[in-house]
C-alpha cells in the first residue's frame, strides 16, 4: 500500500474527476464479483482480515504515531487527539468488530416476498447488495475498518474518503484489511482509499450519479451538511438527534425519573441523549423529576413553568428547543397534556428518537402512532436508539432521513432488493 | 379552484421559494392528521373523489378544450396534443383508475417485524407514510389523479407541478378530486398544485429539503435528467429502459420467437419494450428469430454476425447498443456463451428488465443471480414489467434507481417505516 499516492496539488478538478471514476469503475467490477459470492466464503474473508488487522498492528500503530505527531504539530484539540490515536486495545477493539460483523447472518439473497400470478408468473423479490457506496469521514481511523467491512459484509464495494489527519493510520488499516480480504478472495478492489486528500476528490464524489450508489457520511454536523448540500449520488445521513422524552400524567414516579436520567446522562455526546424534557401540566411529581436530574449534574434550561419546579432551572431561550447539547445540559418545557406534547415534538424533534412514560396505553399508544420519527419508545431510555441494543449488530449510523432505511442501520439497510420472474414462455396480450 | 392564481412575473426567486416552503408547511400538516386516518376512512375518500371527477366531466372537459385550443395555438405536435387531450372515455377511464387505487389493501400500518431484546425490549417495525411527496410531470392531466390518490392511499401529502399547456386541465381536475377529498374528511392541502408555471418553483421545489421528503418525476428523459441534475431531495426516478432479451443456446424455438417479437412489438413505445436482443452463437435457430421480428415489422441493426443472418439486417454503429429507441427498431448482436451474454448486458443494460428465454435450469439461475437490473426475467416478456402485472396494482413509475425501491414502485414504495419499541422503564447499562 503506497500512502505516496497523493495527487500533485497542480492537478486540475478534471483530473480528480477522472481519478474517482476509475475508482468507481474498479470498485463496480469488483462488486459485481463479490455480489456473487456466497455468505460463508465472505465470512472467511472478514476473518482473515481482522486476523491480517492484528498481525499488522506494529505497522499500524506507527503509522498513527506519524499521524498524532502531525496532529499534534498543526495544534489540533485533544479531542480531536483522542480520536485520532490508536493504541493496542483499541486496535483490538477494531479487529474484534470486524469478527462480529463475519459473524452475522448475510441479508443477500433472503427472498423478501413472492408470489404466482394467474398467468403463471412466478415473482420473488430477493435482497442484492446496493452497490458501490462512498463513506465519507473524519479523523477516526476506526471507520476505515467498520465501515468498509459492514460493506463488504453485505456485498457492497466501498469507497473510503477519510480526512486528512489521519491518512498514514487509513492507509496502514486498509493495507492490512486488504491483505486478508485478498486471502478470502475478495476481489482486490472491493475497498479502496481515495489517493488524494485534494476536497475536489469528495466533490467528485459526492456527483458521481451512477457510478457511486450510495453516499454515507459519518462525522460532524458540518460535514454531513455539506454531503447533504452538495450530493447528487443518494445520501444515507442523519444530522441531529434531539431527541426528547415527554414524561404524561400517568408515569410512574421511579420509571420516570430514572429513564429520563439515564436517557440524558448515561452518555451525554451520543446522538440517542435526550436534549428536552416535556412534563406534562397533570404529572404530580414533576418538582422531583427535575430535582433528581440537577442532583445528577444535568443543567437544566425552561420556560417559566419548569423554572418555577426548582430555582436552579435557567431560563431558556427559542432557540434552546432546537438545541443539541450533546453534553450535560438539556431543555425543559411543562407542557398541557399530550397533544401539546405532540405538537411540541412536531415542531422541535430531528426526527431521530422520542419517547413517552406512561402507564397509560392509549396514552402510549397515540404517542407510538402520532409520533413522525424513525424512533419511537415508551417507558424506555432513548440511549437504546443503537443498532447493537436493536439486535441488529454493528450499524452504519442512524439514519433520520425518510428514504431507503430508518434509525439504525446495519446490512439490511446496505441492501437493495431485484425482482426475479420465472416463466414459460409467457406473452403479454 | 382558482386557476387564476399565477405569481406575477416580476416576482423573485425569494417569493418563489417562500411559495413552496408554504405549500410544504401545509402540505406537512396536512399529511400528518391523513397519516392518522384508518384504511377504511382513506378508501371511502377516494371512491367519493372518483365520484366527485365524474360529478365535474363538463367542467373538466371544457377546461381541457382551453388546454388544447391554446396548445394547437402554440402548433404543439400532434403526439402533445392527444396526450393532452380528454374526452368522456378518457375521463371515465381515470376516474375508475381512482375507485382501483381506493380498492387497493393499505399498507401503512403493517409490521414488517418484530422481536424482543434480552432486556424485555419490544421492537416493531411499522410501515408509515413517506410524507410530503412533489410530483413533477409534463403534459398528461391524468397523472393529476394517478400520483395525487397513489400518494393520499398510502397517506402522503401531494405537492404537483404539472406542465403549463395542460393547467386548466390540471386545476379543473384537482378541483373535483379536492371536494370528493373533503367530503371523506381528508384535510383539503393533502393535495396542492403549485400554483404557478414559473420554472423557478420547480428548482425550489426539488431544492426543498427537510420540507419535501421525495420527489417523482414522471416524464420524457430530459424532465427526469433535469430533476435528477437539480434535486436535493431524493428523487425516484427511472431513465432509460434499454431492455434485452438473451437468447441462450438451450431456448425453445418457439418459446423465442414468441417472447423475442412481444417483448419488442406489443407496445414499441414503452419502458420495459426490448430494446436488444442477444443471441447466443450456439443458438441452432438464430436465422428464424431474426427473421420472425424482421416479419413481424422490425428494423433490427446488428452486428457483422447477426447482419449475416439476415440480409434485411442494418449495421449497427456503437450508439445503438445504448439507445432506447421507444419504436420499432432494435439491436441485435450474437454472443458467444452466457459469459459474453451477461458483460454485454453489465455494460449496456439501464438496470430496468431483463430477460433470458432457455431451457436449461442452471443458464436461467445464472442469468437470474448475475444480472444487475431493477427485474430479472426467464421465459418471459420484459413487456411484463408492470405494477399491475406483478400484482401490485396502479404504480407511480418503474424505478432502475437502486435506493428505496426498484421495479415497478405502488403503494408500498411510497412508505417507509419507523421503528417502535415498548419498554417497562428499561435504562440503558
Chains 1, 2 share one sequence.
Not at 97 to 123: H, M, T, Y
Not at 200 to 229: E, F, H, N, Y
Not at 265 to 282: N, W, Y
Request: aromatic residues 2%; charged residues 25%.
Amino acid at each position: 500500500m503506497n500512502t505516496q499516492t497523493e495527487l500533485a496539488p497542480e492537478k486540475t478538478e478534471t483530473d480528480v474527476e477522472t481519478l474517482i471514476a476509475g475508482l468507481a469503475a474498479d470498485a463496480r467490477t469488483a462488486q459485481r464479483k463479490l455480489a456473487q459470492m456466497s455468505d460463508a466464503d465472505k465470512a472467511t474473508a472478514l476473518h482473515l482480515a481482522a486476523q491480517a488487522l492484528r498481525d499488522a498492528a506494529p505497522k499500524i500503530l506507527a503509522e498513527n504515531a506519524k499521524d498524532v505527531a502531525a496532529g499534534e504539530e498543526r495544534g489540533l484539540s485533544g479531542a480531536m487527539l483522542d480520536r485520532l490515536r490508536l493504541d493496542e486495545a483499541r486496535l483490538s477493539g477494531i479487529a474484534d468488530a470486524v469478527d462480529q460483523v463475519a459473524d452475522l447472518s448475510d441479508p443477500v439473497g433472503e427472498v423478501i416476498d413472492s408470489s404466482e400470478r394467474p398467468n403463471g408468473l412466478k415473482l420473488s423479490r430477493v435482497r442484492v447488495p446496493i452497490g458501490v457506496i462512498g463513506i465519507i469521514y473524519e479523523s477516526r481511523p476506526n471507520v476505515t475498518a467498520d465501515a468498509a467491512v459492514l460493506c463488504v459484509r453485505a456485498g457492497n464495494a466501498a469507497i473510503l474518503r477519510g480526512g486528512s489527519e489521519a491518512v498514514h493510520s487509513n492507509h496502514a488499516i486498509l493495507a492490512a484489511l486488504s491483505k486478508g480480504l485478498a486471502e478470502g478472495g475478495i476481489p482486490e478492489k472491493a475497498v479502496q482509499l481515495v489517493p488524494t486528500q485534494d476536497r475536489a476528490a469528495v466533490g467528485a464524489l459526492l456527483r458521481a450519479t451512477g457510478a457511486v450508489d450510495m453516499i454515507v457520511p459519518r462525522g460532524g454536523k458540518s460535514l454531513v451538511a455539506r454531503v447533504q448540500d452538495e450530493a447528487r449520488v443518494p445520501v444515507l445521513a442523519h444530522l441531529d438527534g434531539i431527541c426528547h422524552t415527554y414524561i404524561h400524567s400517568a408515569a410512574d414516579k421511579d420509571m420516570a425519573e430514572q429513564v429520563a436520567v439515564n436517557a440524558k446522562m448515561r452518555r451525554t455526546g451520543i446522538c440517542g441523549a435526550m436534549e428536552t424534557l416535556l412534563v406534562d401540566a397533570s404529572y404530580p411529581e414533576a418538582s422531583a423529576l427535575v430535582g433528581k436530574l440537577l442532583d445528577a449534574g444535568c443543567e437544566l434550561r425552561g420556560d417559566g413553568r419548569a423554572q418555577s419546579l426548582d430555582k436552579r432551572v435557567l431560563p431558556a431561550t427559542d432557540e434552546d428547543w432546537d438545541t443539541e447539547y450533546l453534553e450535560a445540559v438539556a431543555s425543559v418545557a411543562v407542557v398541557d397534556g399530550i397533544d401539546a406534547a405532540l405538537s411540541h415534538i412536531a415542531e422541535h424533534s430531528s426526527g431521530h428518537t422520542d419517547v413517552i412514560v406512561t402507564s397509560d396505553a392509549e396514552a402510549e399508544q397515540t404517542f407510538l402512532n402520532s409520533v413522525d420519527s424513525a424512533i419511537v419508545m415508551a417507558n424506555a431510555s432513548s440511549q437504546f436508539a443503537d443498532g447493537g441494543e436493536f439486535g441488529l449488530g454493528a450499524e452504519i449510523g442512524i439514519a433520520t432521513g425518510r428514504i431507503h432505511a430508518r434509525g439504525p442501520v446495519a446490512l439490511e439497510g446496505l441492501t437493495t432488493y431485484k425482482w426475479q420472474v420465472r416463466g414459460t414462455g409467457q406473452t403479454r396480450p
